[in-house]
């Protein structure tokens, strides 16, 4: 008991609160965002290339939005940021409840993508606040745990509400996110975040931000290296169904469970393999979890038939890929941001959402050209490129560390 005392003392308790809450809002949005494709192929009888582009358009939304939202959070507070962020989410899936018509959901997605750029960047930023530097490694691992913790529930409730009452889960998402903020603004009014007043008051402006994005060259290629890794992996969620859908028996129900071993393996695997991999730089785990990333994508290109084995191999590959990869470049950030420029920097990686927007299109062209083969093969190829644009950033990074006396990433 005492273990467990010390342990959960280790974060504020806002920390708490904010994977919690994690654990509820992604679950409720598993449940539905990994079906929207399947549910716009079905019910609006739209072409691969525009399922992808309303795909895309919130992570395109994101790019920019994150940015933004970590730079006004730094200037004005993380709560206010935090706080309309969820509200306005919450109203984006009682949107999708009622919208009738593809230009409805495009605008809907956008505002999607949005809202969760200000808010994701906003809140690593917050827990990296409240948090000692040593154990910040261990509160992102925890706040990825969370997502998958989420994730390993909500896609069969989804894959079972995608066939018989699709709407529903908008509901259900909708109203999970407006609890989360009510939630979220009790606690946040109850606990003292000395941190963020400290950091609010060192802030920069517009100008100063969109500078630091230019001439810090480790971020720059860290972020390239990331729209490249991001363009493979929301395959997954983006065209990976329709996939499977249209080349397997039960295609629907077999995305569904491929979703939740995904899900079950981070929330099982990521802490032993976060901590064998402490032995590495961050830079070097990426380069590894590329290469299983793009090993992952190539074996969809071997799903037929049946199709369980060779798809739960893949997906296999692809979580070990993405367990490797998303936790470290959290690290990678916390290392190059200055304190008081943190959310800055979260926001700054957002950028990397790039390739979430460019993903779903370039795939679905692919698939609606030649098939789905071809397309993974392309994708896992341009999973390969990131690991040039990473040894690049490490080498500037050396160089930098070299001249001030740092570490190298």
Known sequence: MSKLKNYLHQFHPIVWVLLIGTILSRGSAFMTLPFLSIYLS??????????????????????????????????????????ISLFAIAFVYFGFMIASSPGWFILLNALNG??????????????????????RLKAYSLRYTAINIGASVGPLLGAYLA????????????????????????????????????????????????????????????????????????????????????TLTNGVFIFSVLITINAVMVVFFQMPISHFAERWKPMQTMIIGALFMAAGLFSFCFVSGSGWVTAIVSVVFLTIG??????????????????????????????????NFIGPILGGYLMSQFNGR???????????????????????????????????I
Do not use: W
């Open 42 to 83: 079905r019910h609006m009888d739209l072409s691969p290339v525009f399922i992808g582009l309303t795909i895309g358009i919130s992570p395109l939304m994101g790019t920019v939005g994150g940015f933004i939202g970590g730079h006004l959070s730094d200037r004005f507070g993380r709560k206010k940021v935090m706080l």
């Open 114 to 135: 949005l809202c969760n750029s200000f808010f994701e960047p906003t809140s690593q930023a917050l827990m990296a606040d409240v948090t000692e530097k040593e154990n």
């Open 163 to 246: 066939i018989n009452s699709a709407k529903l889960s908008f509901v259900l998402t909708g109203s999970t996110y407006l609890l989360y903020a009510f939630v979220l603004l009790f606690f946040m009014g109850k606990l003292v975040i000395e941190q963020e007043e400290q950091n609010t008051k060192k802030s920069v402006n517009i100008k100063d931000a969109f500078r630091i994005i230019k001439t810090d060259k480790a971020l720059l290629f860290l972020v390239l290296g990331g729209i490249l890794v991001n363009l493979g992996y929301i395959q997954f969620d983006s065209n990976l169904p329709q996939f499977l859908q249209t």
């Open 322 to 355: 993405e367990i490797l990869i998303f936790p470290s470049s959290s690290v990678l950030i916390d290392e190059l941001a200055p304190d008081h420029l943190r959310g800055t920097y979260f926001g700054a990686g957002q950028f990397r959402k790039i390739g």
């Open 374 to 408: 071809i397309m993974f093969s392309i994708i896992s190829i341009v999973v390969l490129a990131s690991i040039v644009f990473f040894k690049i950033g490490n080498e500037i990074y050396v160089k930098m560390s070299v001249t001030s006396g740092g570490k190298a």
